[in-house]
């Protein structure tokens, strides 16, 4: 505890000032403890230390999930019930805006026969082109009595008499009727159709693929030991970096073999390789631990550690991934995913909230 009669002496605040990592301030000695707001050990009363410290140290591994963590599967229900609410909302719409075109079409149609019944039978003409009285009943051609022109005239007006007229409007209006009438045939069929539709949509909402997430779970801490020691005259480091990710499509993926080259202002610095089988399962938060190695060049890590203390580190990955996309216990697919020019800013306050552990800065 902190007490402010009892200032610890100089060589006390330098010796527990010379332990890097919480274990060893832990262990050091009962004069010192480990702080959590600047991940430094302090000695205990120091006026530049804390007033409680850390009791018990967390690492790397205690925050790693063992088994993948069962989150579901998205979009959420909210998500699925709206864009299904706007599908069939535009679904009505189209269909009412044919049933209305199919109306105006029929009316057309109608109208075009009632004109085509109401205008008289046209005769076929009795004459040559050449006759000059073609258009005068009376007028016969001399080859051909006029007897046979009143014959005809009189079959065509017996014809016209014989004629049920109460039968042809009574199928006209059975005609009328049926194109325009109620059909259980015609609503199973736009029934079964909205049916269809609205299935499609679903599955294609559960099963459209999306692209998994991922949260980096170190502490600022350990960022700066490491670039600490690439002030040495040949820098070179291996150091484990926590990834959580999450992956909500209905697939798993099994990454197979992995690798990131790192970049600094377009100098090849380092790289992160996935050497072992691991799985991000449907619908679960899986955790992964891989080395990541940086070995610049002297000069190359004097700039390294002079941008991260302005805080203006950037990386830029270029990574590749080769895997298998999973159902169950089968592999259905072979996939290789290149995803270049990545940019991270080391040491920046990212979000922690797929980390086991998102409170305390791993």
Known sequence: MWNATSVPSVDVQASCASFNSCDACLNASYFCHFCEFDFQCHAIGSPMGCAVGIQTCHHLEDCERKEPQPVGYGPPPSVVLVVLCLMVTLACCVCGL???????????????????????????????AGDA????????????????????????????????????????????????????????????????????TVLALMFYPRMPDYDVCNRQFEWESIFQSLRHLSPKIEY???????????????????????????TWVGEWVVNQTWEAKAGSISDVIAPIRLTPGYAEGIALWNDFRKNELIFRINASITGSITWGSHKIYRITSNVPDIEFLVGAEYDRSLCKCPNYQT
């Open 133 to 200: 009285s073609s258009d005068d009943p009376l007028a016969a051609s001399p080859n051909e009595p006029l007897l046979s022109s009143i014959r005809e005239d009189d079959t065509i007006l017996a014809f016209e008499e014989d004629v049920d007229h109460d039968a042809m409007a009574r199928l006209r209006e059975a005609r009328e009727s049926q194109d325009t009438g109620f059909s259980w045939k015609r609503l199973c069929f736009r029934v079964l159709w909205l049916g269809v539709f609205v299935v499609i």
């Open 240 to 266: 484990d970096v926590l990834i959580s990710v999450i992956n909500e499509n209905r697939f798993g993926f099994v990454v197979e073999s992995g690798r990131a080259d790192i970049y600094h202002n377009k």
């Open 98 to 128: 044919f049933s209305i075109c199919s109306v105006f079409l029929r009316s057309s149609r109608r109208r075009r026969e009632e004109r085509r019944r109401r205008q008289p039978p046209s005769l076929p003409p009795r004459a040559k």
